[in-house]
């Protein structure tokens, strides 16, 4: 790369303008959505969608709200005219929506596309010429006044052929293409011109596009060019000023929140930004950016899966796993103090009830956009307590005392370090099993019977392969089974003990979890602690599992003389 300061590119200049409005804006109310998907979005695609995938596509476009869509170049292919006449003679077109249709200013091109639109309830007919010097020296070879003149003429025709098909309303676009690379007064120039031509009223709007064709600069200047553009037009009432924005410098949606911010009234754009080059301004994003600022964005992203995985069986693209908001990983944390902070701000949520969403690391609530909590967290080589607790919790109804947690994950920690993979809530479910709830050796629990003064019990265990049946008296139940287990040498003390309800029940029926730290004497010495876990439908049951647990998790042999 040459350095910096070589004059082969220069910085953009900016707007001579004062008093700007469009910094001290806020977005209140949704813009016009246009989706170019079945045109900007598919002459993009390596392979172009056929008919029925523009129509499944089309159909999910009218099903998430969307009232405008360009769905054909009629003039460029007789694929993209048949699909239009297939739109309209099968009925496929909501009485709410209009769709738009592109054509250049040649006289022949506009007749076909009106041939297109024979019998719509309504169309959008989008007219384009290229305004900057580059075009109108290199590849037109016209002065200003000579593409003003072919522009209008252009606009006259169109009007013409309006005329000759009164069943159907026909709303008129013009678009001065590379607008961000043309001389603003002639930008002004050419659209008043067009806006004349074209007689733009009340009753007969017209929709001014000004596209960032290619993002020549920083999104702030775009913003300048669009304020100037609204403070200067004439007939400004009556014209939906429209932003077109491309994301060559990868600010996109930055440009098109600051153009709404300058005074647009409309944007087009693809649902996931694909499109030529870099692509079309996003629209799922940039509408569900306003969502979370708490403006109601007018189209319904509630099933946004559905949404994506339409949008990339009829395109054949794949959808970022980091994309915002729908990308498969986007509501997952894998980091440590990430799943910390989210676990604890998901339980806040949950106990304070607050209609208002306020969870650390997530500016949306996964389930408006029809993501549930499964995926939100999970635990990899550099994820910590938080995440297994999470998953634990949420999965299996596990809510795992601190110091239980702190021991769990070291196990978790070991393995993973060793598989050297991610782990998935099924896998800590089996490594949890494995190390609390199967321990059955050398001591296996195989029943009790509690007396009737509940302070007297039976209790029946396997210990060292041979079947046992040991009596004790106590304080309560597990104080009466530890004083059973010394008759066959074990001598247990209970550190701490906690029992919980599990909410949820994907391993058996247990509906009652019971932990319980435990140290055993051998050698005249306490050894330990570790935490047992046991889970039944009792309580005294799964408490003395947790008890047999905790002791197995001992290393019995070395703390017996058996």
């Not at 910590?384 to 978790?412: D, H, Q």
């Not at 247990?492 to 309800?501: D, I, K, M, N, T």
């Amino acid at each position: 790369m040459q350095s910096p300061a070589a004059p082969k590119y220069h910085p953009f200049p900016p707007v001579a303008m004062s008093r700007r409005h469009w910094p001290e804006a806020c977005l209140t109310r949704p813009p016009i959505w246009m989706s170019t998907d079945l045109r900007d979005g598919n002459q993009a695609l390596f392979e172009p969608m056929n008919v029925e995938k523009k129509l499944r596509f089309f159909n999910m476009l009218c099903a998430i709200g969307v009232k405008e869509i360009e769905v054909a170049f009629p003039a460029a292919s007789q694929t993209d005219f048949d699909f239009t006449r297939g739109l309209i003679e099968g009925g496929h077109i909501p009485d709410d929506v209009a769709i738009e249709v592109l054509t250049q200013a040649r006289p022949a091109l506009i007749e076909r596309t009106f041939a297109a639109l024979a019998g719509a309830k309504q169309a959008i007919v989008h007219l384009y010429t290229a305004t900057s010097a580059p075009f109108r020296e290199m590849v037109f070879g016209m002065s200003q006044a000579e593409l003003i003149d072919m522009t209008v003429d252009s606009v006259r025709h169109i009007k013409t052929c309006a005329e000759k098909m009164p069943e159907t309303r026909i709303i008129f676009e013009y678009s001065p293409e590379t607008f961000t690379a043309t001389e603003l007064p002639f930008a002004l120039e050419i659209c008043d011109a067009v806006t004349a031509a074209w007689g733009a009223d009340a009753d007969h709007k017209i929709i001014l596009n000004l596209p960032t064709t290619v993002e020549m600069a920083t999104p702030n200047i775009y913003a300048d060019q669009i304020e100037w553009m609204h403070r200067n037009l004439a007939r400004r009432e009556n014209i939906i000023l429209s932003l077109h924005p491309h994301n060559d410098r990868g600010t996109a949606i930055a440009a098109a929140e600051l153009g709404l911010m300058a005074g647009a009234d409309r944007v087009e754009g693809c649902l996931f930004g694909n499109g030529e080059r870099t692509g079309n301004v996003d629209l799922v994003t940039l509408a569900l950016n306003l969502y979370t600022q708490g403006v109601e964005p007018g189209l319904d992203f509630s099933d946004i899966n559905a949404v994506a995985r339409t949008f990339e069986a009829c395109t054949g693209l794949p959808i970022h796993p980091r994309h915002p908001y729908v990308g498969d990983l986007v509501f997952t944390a894998f980091s440590g103090s990430h799943q910390d902070a989210i676990k604890k701000g998901m339980t806040a949520q949950r106990e304070n009830n607050s209609p208002r969403w306020n969870v650390p690391y997530l500016p949306i609530d996964p389930a408006d956009v029809g993501r549930s909590y499964d995926s939100l967290i999970r635990v990899n080589s550099q994820s910590g307590k938080g995440g297994i607790a999470w998953l634990m919790e949420s999965a299996y109804g596990i809510v795992m005392p601190r110091r239980l947690l702190v021991e769990f994950s070291g196990i978790v920690q070991r393995q993973m370090d060793d598989a050297g993979r991610e782990m998935s809530a099924a896998d800590l479910w089996r490594l949890f099993s494995a190390a609390y709830l199967e321990t059955d050796a050398p001591l296996a629990y195989r029943g009790h019977q509690l007396a009737a003064d509940g302070k007297g019990i039976a209790l029946e265990v396997v210990f060292a392969g041979k079947s046992e049946r040991l009596t004790g008296q106590g304080n309560g139940p597990i104080d009466a089974a530890i004083h059973a287990l010394t008759g066959i040498g074990v001598t247990a003390q209970v550190s701490s003990f906690e029992e919980r309800a599990t909410r949820s029940s994907q391993e058996g029926e247990a509906s009652a979890a019971a932990f319980m730290e435990v140290r055993v004497r051998a050698d005249g010495e306490f050894g330990g602690p570790r935490y047992g876990v046991g889970l039944d439908d009792d309580i005294v049951t799964a408490s003395l599992k947790a008890l047999v647990s905790g002791i197995n998790r001992l290393s019995l042999q070395a703390y017996c003389h058996c």
